[in-house]
């Protein structure tokens, strides 16, 4: 089984109707070949990524963890520090899309897949995404505490000295 099952990939955040009135705000997608279903992704859980106006990674978050959606994290990013820091946003979701058009139930945060609850697996590519881009507006690193890092080796530098050196006593 597989975590992610869908993802959205540089949305104009100025295309994310966030809600008038009585009228709820939502997140509108459509899948290749599907145009005619659309689905709100507003309740998705996974990772997401904010970018400038260059379409430069800026920051990464995630949604789920404490009941946030990817709509509300959206929202916050709106009116707290880095709300006039994004234009664009990619995001990678957990819940599945039903024939219907509406994300299933069944995939929530303390769910489990492949020995995994969702909780840790957001925790998980969260902090890759963190290690691995280095985002300028992340304030904290990565979570991969557990993890281990390892460095390149790399081999010494033969010169053309060391090249001489060993062709001379092959010879002998």
Same mark, same amino acid.
């Given at each position: 089984?597989?975590?992610?099952?869908?993802?959205?990939?540089?949305?104009?955040?100025?295309?994310?109707?966030?809600?008038?009135?009585?009228?709820?705000?939502?997140?509108?997608?459509?899948?290749?070949?599907?145009?005619?279903?659309?689905?709100?992704?507003?309740?998705?859980?996974?990772?997401?990524?904010?970018?400038?106006?260059?379409?430069?990674?800026?920051?990464?978050?995630?949604?789920?963890?404490?009941?946030?959606?990817?709509?509300?994290?959206?929202?916050?990013?709106?009116?707290?520090?880095?709300?006039?820091?994004?234009?664009?946003?990619?995001?990678?979701?957990?819940?599945?899309?039903?024939?219907?058009?509406?994300?299933?139930?069944?995939?929530?945060?303390?769910?489990?897949?492949?020995?995994?609850?969702?909780?840790?697996?957001?925790?998980?590519?969260?902090?890759?995404?963190? =290690? *691995?881009?280095?985002?300028? /507006?992340?304030?904290?690193?990565?979570? @991969? $505490? &557990?993890?281990?890092?390892?460095?390149?080796?790399?081999?010494? =530098? *033969?010169?053309?000295?060391? /090249?001489?050196?060993?062709?001379?006593? @092959? $010879? &002998?």
């Amino acid at each position: 089984m597989t975590i992610i099952k869908n993802y959205g990939f540089l949305w104009d955040r100025k295309h994310f109707f966030r809600g008038a009135g009585n009228i709820s705000g939502h997140m509108l997608g459509w899948a290749k070949g599907k145009k005619e279903l659309l689905v709100d992704f507003r309740k998705q859980i996974g990772v997401y990524v904010l970018y400038d106006k260059n379409q430069k990674i800026v920051y990464v978050g995630q949604a789920g963890n404490g009941n946030a959606t990817l709509f509300g994290r959206l929202r916050t990013h709106e009116k707290d520090a880095l709300w006039n820091r994004w234009e664009y946003f990619t995001w990678i979701g957990f819940k599945e899309v039903n024939n219907d058009g509406t994300l299933s139930a069944q995939q929530r945060v303390k769910s489990m897949v492949s020995g995994l609850s969702y909780s840790a697996a957001l925790n998980e590519i969260e902090g890759i995404l963190i =290690e *691995v881009i280095e985002p300028k /507006l992340n304030k904290r690193s990565g979570n @991969l $505490k &557990k993890a281990v890092e390892y460095f390149q080796h790399t081999e010494q =530098e *033969v010169t053309m000295a060391d /090249l001489k050196s060993i062709l001379n006593s @092959l $010879k &002998k």
